[in-house]
């Protein structure tokens, strides 16, 4: 069997509402998530805004940095490098990891990095700001909560920032910190802030962004990155620190129950007498022992799409549990004997639980990341979570310009780095939610057939 090396591509789009007001999205401390949750957030800009120094800041002055990590980037002394140990550091090497992309002097993959604080755990991703790494962006931003959008005090808006903008749009990242950086550079003025974010309110009322907070920085001098900077005295909100540690994200686990099969372990495997498990991760909701569930039956028809059981029992690394979550791997026992393969997924029969629809024609927005174009009934692999089925682009509906989102209407072909909308047609029927109801169940990629390449991600509309 093929092994299909997708997970790093595994992206996903979608659309949001616009808020302004950021006072709608502070936590409430008297919440039931855990205090100690995992905020992924993606930071974007234009070249030399200072996305790379912004996070080494971030890394470096809450203290997330290891010795030997400082070691490895120490340089020679510069007044405009920052102090460690009597060394001087150049913070933006604390993301770039490939030599060869310090040579360049620009970030050209995804870096990403872990840290955490008393009140959350974080996971950053850092993009190129380049047109041509589109996808690098999308990659990065998959799976993310918040995306922080750079802007140079000194230049105010650019292309750059409204292109990622619109990507942050379009994949349905609900929240967006915009870092207007350098106020160094212009002396902590007050009426440059104000205008930016006039201008930028602007422009984001075009968009379908739900929730929006500005904060002035000198990702260099370290103002506003970890504690309120003294050197702003007319800024009264938050640090950029104290702004991921208190915004509030819907956790999986409150959305409707999902459960692909990954795989099953019976006796006739290697297992115990009478022993047939289905492993995987549950990817949004809650499932108990005794829940009444459905299981897709992709080869139904309108009347048969699901069959009916209930749940005997749920592992977690050998032990049996009352109840198991997003995004826990499980094993999952059943009460009835029911025909399950890889790929069916496990809903929970409850009223309050709406149905995945079943379907074998769909139109989705799709990011290209192949080098060889996209055309009009092109035939791929399909990968909806553990399932994979044949498929064909029936037809390119429009192409979206990243930079203003016009749609281009009937494009001749898509190619790499590009958005578009298409109709796809699948040779079995997808069990499936629209993305913009449920991330997890409504993405997928697809798969050249010759190369087994990763060619184009994307989402069900």
């Given at each position: 069997?093929?092994?299909?090396?997708?997970?790093?591509?595994?992206?996903?789009?979608?659309?949001?509402?616009?808020?302004?007001?950021?006072?709608?999205?502070?936590?409430?401390?008297?919440?039931?998530?855990?205090?100690?949750?995992?905020?992924?957030?993606?930071?974007?800009?234009?070249v030399?805004?200072?996305?790379?120094?912004?996070i080494?800041?971030l890394?470096?002055?809450?203290?997330?940095?290891?010795?030997?990590?400082?070691?490895?980037?120490?340089?020679?002394?510069?007044?405009?490098?920052?102090?460690a140990?009597?060394?001087?550091?150049?913070?933006?090497?604390?993301?770039?990891?490939?030599?060869?992309?310090?040579?360049?002097?620009?970030?050209?993959?995804?870096?990403?990095?872990?840290?955490?604080?008393?009140?959350?755990?974080?996971?950053?991703?850092?993009?190129?700001?380049?047109?041509?790494?589109?996808r690098?962006?999308?990659?990065?931003?998959?799976?993310?909560?918040?995306?922080?959008?750079l802007?140079?005090?000194?230049?105010?808006?650019?292309?750059?920032?409204?292109?990622?903008?619109?990507?942050?749009?379009?994949?349905n990242i609900?929240?967006?910190?915009?870092?207007?950086?350098?106020?160094?550079l212009v002396?902590?003025?007050?009426?440059?802030?104000?205008?930016?974010?006039?201008?930028y309110?602007?422009?984001a009322?075009?968009?379908?962004?739900?929730?929006?907070?500005?904060?002035?920085?000198?990702?260099l001098?370290?103002?506003?990155?970890?504690?309120r900077?003294?050197?702003?005295?007319?800024?009264?909100?938050?640090s950029?620190?104290?702004?991921?540690?208190?915004?509030?994200?819907?956790?999986?686990?409150?959305?409707?129950?999902?459960?692909?099969?990954?795989?099953?372990?019976?006796?006739?495997?290697?297992g115990?007498?009478?022993?047939?498990?289905?492993?995987?991760?549950?990817?949004?909701?809650?499932?108990?022992?005794?829940?009444?569930?459905?299981?897709?039956?992709?080869?139904?028809?309108?009347?048969?799409?699901?069959k009916?059981?209930?749940?005997k029992?749920?592992?977690?690394?050998?032990?049996?549990?009352?109840?198991?979550f997003?995004?826990?791997?499980?094993?999952?026992h059943?009460?009835?004997?029911?025909d399950?393969?890889?790929?069916?997924?496990?809903v929970?029969?409850?009223?309050?639980?709406?149905?995945?629809?079943?379907?074998?024609?769909?139109?989705?927005?799709i990011?290209?990341?192949?080098?060889?174009?996209?055309?009009?009934?092109?035939?791929?692999?399909l990968?909806?979570?553990?399932?994979?089925?044949?498929?064909?682009?029936?037809?390119?509906?429009?192409?979206?310009?990243?930079?203003?989102?016009?749609?281009?209407?009937?494009?001749?072909q898509?190619?790499?780095?590009?958005?578009?909308?298409?109709?796809?047609?699948?040779?079995s029927?997808?069990?499936?939610?629209?993305?913009?109801?449920?991330?997890?169940?409504?993405?997928?990629?697809?798969?050249?057939?010759?190369?087994?390449t990763?060619?184009?991600?994307?989402?069900?509309?």
């Open positions: 069997m093929r092994q299909w090396k997708t997970e790093r591509w595994q992206v996903i789009f979608s659309l949001s509402f616009v808020d302004l007001n950021p006072k709608s999205e502070i936590r409430n401390p008297k919440s039931e998530i855990n205090n100690m949750d995992i905020l992924r957030f993606i930071a974007a800009g234009s030399d805004d200072g996305k790379s120094t912004l080494g800041r890394l470096y002055d809450s203290k997330s940095v290891l010795m030997d990590q400082l070691e490895s980037i120490s340089k020679p002394r510069n007044p405009k490098l920052n102090s140990n009597g060394e001087e550091i150049n913070l933006a090497f604390l993301t770039d990891g490939l030599r060869a992309e310090r040579e360049q002097g620009i970030t050209i993959d995804v870096a990403y990095k872990y840290f955490s604080t008393p009140k959350r755990k974080f996971i950053i991703a850092d993009t190129p700001g380049h047109f041509e790494f589109t690098n962006m999308v990659t990065g931003a998959s799976n993310s909560d918040l995306a922080i959008i802007i140079d005090a000194r230049h105010g808006m650019s292309e750059q920032t409204k292109r990622h903008s619109i990507i942050a749009s379009i994949l609900p929240h967006l910190v915009i870092c207007i950086n350098k106020m160094d002396n902590y003025s007050e009426k440059v802030f104000s205008d930016i974010v006039e201008d309110k602007k422009f009322s075009k968009l379908n962004i739900k929730f929006i907070y500005f904060i002035p920085i000198s990702a001098l370290g103002d506003n990155i970890v504690e900077s003294f050197r702003i005295q007319w800024y009264s909100g938050r950029l620190l104290e702004h991921l540690e208190e915004v509030c994200v819907e956790p999986a686990h409150h959305l409707d129950s999902r459960f692909p099969v990954q795989w099953i372990i019976s006796s006739h495997n290697g115990p007498d009478n022993y047939t498990g289905y492993t995987g991760k549950i990817i949004s909701g809650v499932f108990k022992k005794g829940d009444k569930i459905l299981i897709s039956n992709p080869f139904g028809t309108n009347g048969d799409s699901f009916s059981s209930s749940i029992s749920i592992e977690i690394f050998g032990s049996e549990v009352e109840e198991a997003a995004p826990m791997s499980v094993v999952m059943l009460h009835e004997k029911v399950i393969h890889r790929g069916d997924l496990f929970k029969a409850s009223g309050e639980e709406s149905l995945p629809v079943v379907n074998n024609n769909f139109e989705a927005i990011c290209w990341m192949d080098a060889k174009p996209l055309r009009q009934n092109n035939n791929y692999l990968q909806h979570n553990s399932r994979i089925v044949e498929c064909r682009v029936e037809k390119i509906v429009h192409k979206i310009d990243v930079n203003t989102l016009d749609e281009l209407i009937n494009p001749d898509i190619n790499l780095n590009d958005i578009c909308r298409v109709r796809v047609q699948t040779a029927s997808l069990i499936y939610d629209p993305y913009p109801k449920n991330k997890a169940n409504g993405n997928f990629i697809l798969i050249d057939k010759e190369s087994n990763t060619a184009g991600a994307g989402m069900i509309c």
